[in-house]
């Protein structure tokens, strides 16, 4: 079987929360958080909301960890605290948080990275598994860099129709409705 996008099957959306971590960014400065709303609302997801935090544990994961409780909450998406900078804390802040990890969406994210920033790529300590029945995925901070997780990865990753499977199949509301 060819893996890629089935139109003859159903579209489901998802509710995702997009979380950028940032000491200097403001809603208007966050253009990796816009690229991200502006592509899950293309691909006809639903935003559940869009927040800002400071490179802070506590801040990152209170932030998180409120989503997780929230059984709105299909997906979450940080960007930004991925790197090595001092102040680059997200995976610290989220890998404790984690009930699973899922260690391919690193190795399938620096692939397709890869192709558009070379060996740069090994720059980033991007990750993703789940808290709970949550769906967390940590990218770069760069708008190229949540361009390629979404585009090259998580668009696909994210859609019911895709095959031989998605993700979808084990958001909790849709669990038996993809197979």
Not at 1 to 18: C, H, Q, R, W
Not at 38 to 46: C, D, F, K, S, T
Not at 85 to 114: I, K, N, Y
Request: with cysteine; charged share 20%; proline share 5%.
């Amino acid at each position: 079987m060819k893996s890629g996008i089935d139109e003859t099957l159903p579209f489901y959306p998802l509710n995702i929360a997009v979380l950028t971590i940032s000491d200097t960014r403001t809603m208007a400065t966050d253009t990796s958080g816009r690229a991200l709303e502006e592509r899950l609302v293309e691909a006809g997801h639903q935003l559940f909301e869009r927040v800002i935090v400071t490179d802070e544990i506590e801040a990152i994961r209170g932030k998180v960890l409120s989503w997780a409780a929230n059984p709105a909450v299909d997906v979450i998406i940080t960007t930004g605290g991925t790197g090595f900078s001092p102040r680059d804390v997200t995976p610290e802040a989220v890998r404790p948080l984690l009930d699973r990890e899922m260690d391919g969406f690193s190795v399938v994210f620096h692939q397709a990275s890869l192709g558009t920033v070379g060996v740069s790529t090994l720059q980033s300590r991007a990750l993703a598994g789940q808290i709970g029945e949550r769906f967390i995925f940590c990218v770069p901070g760069s708008t190229g860099a949540c361009r390629d997780a979404w585009d090259l990865v998580l668009a696909q990753e994210l859609d019911s129709r895709f095959r031989p499977c998605s993700l979808v199949g084990q958001i909790p509301r849709y669990r038996g409705v993809c197979a």
